[in-house]
Every structure is written in C-alpha cells, then in structure tokens.
C-alpha cells in the first residue's frame, strides 16, 4: 500500500476501454496530467476493464498509445481492474464484516416496479434491506447507507452536500453478474495507488459523495477533486462511442491539445497549435492555471 505519509500530489487517468481516445477523454486526461506535472508530482494511468460485456478488444492498447502519441507520458507500471479482483474482494469482505453489506434480489424490472409504485424517484426502495423476500434468491450485493450528509469541496464546482439516503439510495457493490461495480473498485484502487487528486469529468460528481462514503468505510482518507466540464455535442450529449465521438488523431496532437487547452479556460498564445510537441509541453506545463477553467458542469464542444 503507497504510504500516506507526507504525500507528494500523485494523480490518474482512469479510461475504460470501451473504444478509442476522443476529443472529451483527451480533456480528462490533459487536465489531470497538467494539474499534476505543473505541481511537480507523479500522473499514472488506470485502465477500467472491469466490465468485459462493454469492452473494445484492442481498445485499451489503442489508448495507451494514443496517450503516447500525445506526449501524456505516466509514471510506474499502467494498473489494470481486469487484475485487481483479489484486491476488491477483500475489500468487500472488509465492509460485510462491518455489517454494511446485504444480498439484493430484485432485478431492475422489480425495482421499476416498485418505484412506480410508491411515486419516488431512481433511488433503490430498500426492499431487500432487512432480508430477501420469501422465495426470493440473492442476485447482487447492496452497501447499506446510514442517515448521512456527505459534504466536500470541489477545487472548481464549489461546495457539493448530499443526503445519502435521498440521492443514492442503498447501491450495488457486487453485480448480478459477479462483477465488482465500479464504485467499489475505483476507491479500492484510489487507496491502493495513494491518489491525492482526482480530476476528472463532472459527470462522475454524483458518483463522489458515495465514493467518499465507501473510502471512510474501508478506512481510507478522500482525496481532492476537481470536476472537469464535460464536453457535449449539440443535442446536449456527451461525447461518447454511444454518441459516434471520433477518435483523436496523433497526426493532429498539438492541435488538438491546443484546442482542449482552449475548452479548459487557458490564455492559449497564438502559434502553439504549429510548435513541436515538446515545445507545446513545456509552454502548457509552466502555463497551466486551474482557476482559468470555466466553473460549469459541460460546455458545448467538438
């Protein structure tokens, strides 16, 4: 486990590889490694393929090189969910131990079902909670969230409050599948590789109050966030393979990065999209300000 004492900033690059590098995975990725090289410390890379039924074959190679096209070099070894499935059962183990977890064995036909029936809203109902109904078999594995307010300073949303109960409801931590849901694995591997800063798209903001629930239940301390907007095309979408977003091209990479620095709020000087690419890195790192980045959740892009 990385020491948490006198931590350095070490942040990450968390892609799924559910197809090529596009213009709003690129975003994520030049504002957390900038975020971390202008302040001296490490950037590593995740690749999230934990969910096999969504994956790209080859998709994870092509990012990876991609992001080495770019210039985005990481630090230590690329981690790997796929291989960490020791690690998220353990963690899982650790929290039934603390009696937070219990089997589920509605299916989301149920869950519908149920809603519709009591007028509410996504939130799980709590069916499950205090046992399986008569003839009912376990399907996933269900956190059990307390009455709790969760709070946090986001570095560019502001402050973000949640009502755990309300918002996200008892949710899922083991699949039906068998696969561990990424709420659980994302903090398991944030703690593992001592992440101290997260940046990355707003569209995981309503994911934070849960992941910072789950790390002070395993023990651990949240790191600090900062919530890119996210790119969204003009139907209001984010930029996406659902969404037919093109891939980025390395023979277009100062341009582009050029670009994404624009999108992310920088003073960027006239020229820097035909410098060499060493050169456009020096100038981004030793220019970078977080504080330029427009403070909305997604900004209309390419």
């Known amino acids: 486990m990385y020491s948490a004492r006198n931590k350095t900033y070490r942040g990450r690059f968390a892609p799924s590889p559910t197809g090529p590098l596009h213009f709003g995975s690129l975003i994520a990725a030049l504002g957390s490694f900038l975020d971390a090289r202008s302040r001296g410390g490490e950037w590593l890379v995740r690749i999230e393929d934990l969910d096999p039924p969504r994956e790209v074959s080859g998709a994870a190679d092509d990012i ?70 008569q003839g009912c078999e376990a399907r996933s594995l269900r956190l059990r969230v307390p009455d709790l307010d969760v709070r946090f300073a986001d570095r560019l949303q502001g402050d973000i409050e949640e009502w755990l109960p309300e918002k996200s409801g008892d949710f899922i931590i083991r699949r039906a599948d068998g696969l561990f849901a990424y709420q659980l694995a994302v903090v398991v591997d944030d703690a593992e590789q001592g992440i101290t800063d997260i940046v990355r798209g707003a569209d995981l903001l309503d994911s934070t109050c849960r992941q910072i629930f789950l790390l002070q239940s395993l023990g651990y301390a949240p790191p600090r966030y900062l919530h890119l907007p996210v790119v969204v095309n003009e139907s209001g979408e984010k930029l996406s393979k659902q969404t037919n977003a093109p891939a980025v091209s390395p023979q277009q990479a100062v341009s582009s990065l050029a670009a994404a620095l624009r999108f992310l709020g920088q003073s960027v000087p006239e020229g820097l999209e035909d410098s060499q690419l060493a050169d456009f890195w020096d100038w981004a790192v030793q220019n970078w300000e977080s504080e330029r980045i427009p403070n909305t959740r997604m900004i209309e892009g390419h």
Not at 69 to 98: C, P
Not at 122 to 132: D, K, S, W
């Open 64 to 133: 990876l090189r991609t992001l080495e096209a770019f210039g985005l070099y990481w630090d230590n070894e690329v981690m790997y969910q796929s291989q960490r499935h020791d690690a998220y059962q353990q963690a899982l183990e650790q929290l039934e131990h603390g009696q937070l977890v219990y089997p589920c064995g509605c299916s989301r036909k149920d869950i519908q079902e149920n809603l519709a029936g009591i007028g509410s809203g996504n939130v799980y109902p709590g069916t499950c909670r205090n046992g399986l109904p």
